[in-house]
């Protein structure tokens, strides 16, 4: 079964400056995506990006940016000018694809990011 | 576009009534369909997922159940409710958009048992 490992529970950063986000994973499969979602006080849950395994180039989405080590098992986000509506719960997730028809999607247990004004 | 719509948002309920908690999706057939809970300051933990009509699978031993009557609807439910049930409740949609794979979540229902 696939495990994703969020070691930070909170962090905090002062608005514009840059913040990473951790995230290890296991897994054994070669061919999987993974994603980072917000969550922000309103408890919607909203995609900020996401990374196919079989892709070198690292994702980015405007100030978003992840920093994927697929040897290392590693997947960070990286939030650069910080805005105070980056304040909320950050989610890392893995996802195999579909074995017997099922998608199998993993989550860390989250971080809650503060953005200081 | 694909759209989930979960309802109802909120729901206080005493221990030992029922529940049901409706998802439906639009813009898409033969859904990937998935719930969800997060209990207070923790992550999300699958308690069921469906690939197609009357398919059901559970992740967890619990109090609740699921089923899918039509192709884009999910129903979760319980008979008794227990206090251990309140939580956040999130469906999910998951599949293939265009080139990419990703997942739709609905708003959520906030249930709490008392």
């Known amino acids: 079964a696939q495990t994703v490992t969020q070691s930070q529970p909170e962090m905090s950063v002062q608005e514009a400056e840059t913040v990473t986000l951790s995230c290890t994973y296991d897994t054994s499969e070669n061919n999987y995506y993974l994603f980072w979602y917000k969550q922000p006080p309103s408890r919607q849950m909203i995609l900020v990006i996401r990374q196919e395994a079989y892709k070198q180039q690292n994702a980015t989405e405007n100030r978003f940016s992840v920093n994927f080590q697929k040897a290392a098992k590693s997947f960070s986000l990286k939030i650069s000018d910080s805005q105070l509506g980056d304040t909320a719960m950050y989610f890392c997730a893995f996802m195999k694809p579909p074995g017997a028809g099922s998608y199998q999607l993993t989550f860390g247990k989250g971080t809650k990011l503060s953005v200081i004004p | 576009s694909q759209t989930i719509h979960q309802w109802p948002a909120t729901l206080v309920q005493p221990v030992g009534s029922p529940l049901s908690l409706e998802c439906t999706v639009e813009g898409t057939s033969n859904p990937n369909l998935y719930w969800y809970r997060q209990a207070a300051g923790r992550g999300l933990q699958l308690l069921f997922y469906?690939?197609?009509?009357?398919?059901i699978s559970s992740e967890v031993p619990q109090n609740l159940s699921a089923s899918r009557p039509q192709d884009r609807q999910f129903i979760l439910s319980s008979k008794k409710l227990l206090l251990s049930d309140s939580g956040f409740y999130l469906c999910?949609?998951?599949?293939?958009?265009?080139?990419?794979?990703?997942?739709?979540f609905g708003q959520g229902t906030r249930l709490t048992v008392v």
């Open positions: 999910a949609w998951v599949g293939p958009t265009g080139d990419n794979t990703e997942a739709f």
């Open positions: 469906s690939v197609g009509i009357g398919q």
